[in-house]
């Protein structure tokens, strides 16, 4: 009896400590199991993808210890789907910086590539989440023009991707298959060859959707509604970084019609947004349209998650004040898809609810509705389901448990090329300076 009770009492004694183990291992099954088979929303735990909603995937985001897989908004919403018919200079849409640069993509035949990567996933899967606006580089190449991440105006065989024709029969096929969207390919041009960019548009099946340079406004004036576009079927917008090419091809000169911040790591720089040297200052209002870059110099995909989290939200608004109380029509990014939560589809979303309707999010916005006329919604949720199917979000943007699962090739080309590559080209400089 006596051992009876003084196991009784250490029962009693270590009770507490039970109760209080079996209540975590309570509550870690039901947060296991709270949501699961597309039932999970924005920021919920999950195990895979599939735990996740429509619009979502299963990531992370080491670079800011946050290394729980939660559910990720993986898709933007679309805003003329909820206010339609304003002119098109009054939205904002995602841009994917050098959409073509993709990780993975297979190099040419016995060559190792050597450059940079901006994105993770097919031009196609971009235009289907959301992205309305292609950064490509066009060189000439091979006897055709093919789409480069290089230098020095000249594409090589280790910098090349693949002909430019390619991609574009991505955007006609979108196109085609989505006759309400209008897509917008800014290019940054070394076309040399005469009507080369004219012959490479009517091959790929573009020419048809063109908006005329003829008809762009030049003075800061509204560009045409979304419906009045769509009607006309000036559904695909075409800008150029060469300004010879709009008398000789008529393709539109970008800095004629766009402000632009600086790239890189000035367009990144908290508190600053200084205007690109070929744009006009940002407050000026000879442009209606605006375009902030907002990518660092050298891209790190496992960063772009920290990148894509409060630093995008204000770098928004500090541009917003340099351009004098507007607010971007293109934000452009790379790895569009990373962020800690929402990133930068959220941010589109405040942008788009801010200017089309003055809600908190576009979200919130009623069509019909007085401006500044808001739902009531539940925040944080998924964006508005795009019906644009096969829309991925698996692969190279599908995190593994606590980490990344993809590699990072672009610290190693920058130490192991491109740096023996400027310094080669300072000795030369200083080579002919002694001569």
Known sequence: MACFMDHYSLCRAHAPQFLFLLLMFSLSIVNSTACSNGNCQVLDSCAAATDCGPGLYCGNCPALGKNRPICTRGQATIPTTIIGDLPFNKYSWLVTHNSFSIVDTPALPGVQRLTFYNQEDTVTNQLRNGARGLMLDMYDFNGDIWLCHSFRGQCFNFTAFQPAINTLR???????????????????????????????????????????????????????????????????????????????????????????????????????????????????????????????????????????????????????????????????????????????FDVLDKMNGQTLCGCSTVLACQGGAPFGSCKNIAMPRGSQTNNYSAGSFSGSVQFSSSASAVHSPNCMVFYSFYLPLVVFSLMSVIDKIWV
């Open 170 to 344: 991505e955007v006609e096929a979108f196109l085609s298959q989505y006759p309400t969207e209008i897509v917008t390919i800014i290019i940054e041009d070394y076309v040399q060859t005469p009507k080369g960019l004219t012959s490479l548009f009517i091959r790929a099946g573009l020419d048809k959707y063109f908006f005329p340079v003829s008809k762009m406004p030049k003075k800061g004036e509204d560009w045409p509604t979304v419906t009045e576009m769509v009607q006309k079927n000036y559904r695909l917008l075409v800008f150029s970084s060469v300004v010879s090419k709009e008398a000789e091809e008529g393709i539109a000169y970008q800095w004629r019609y766009i402000l632009e911040n600086e790239s890189g790591d000035p367009g990144v720089k908290a508190g600053s947004c200084p205007h690109r040297k070929e744009s006009q200052p940002l407050n000026s209002r000879k442009a209606s349209l605006f375009l902030q870059n907002y990518f660092p110099t050298y891209p790190v995909e496992e960063d772009a998650c920290k990148e894509h989290s409060t630093p995008l939200a204000e770098m928004v608004g500090t541009c917003y004040k340099a351009a004098g109380n507007l607010l971007p029509n293109f934000l452009a990014v790379n790895f569009y898809m990373r962020s800690d939560g929402g990133g930068v």
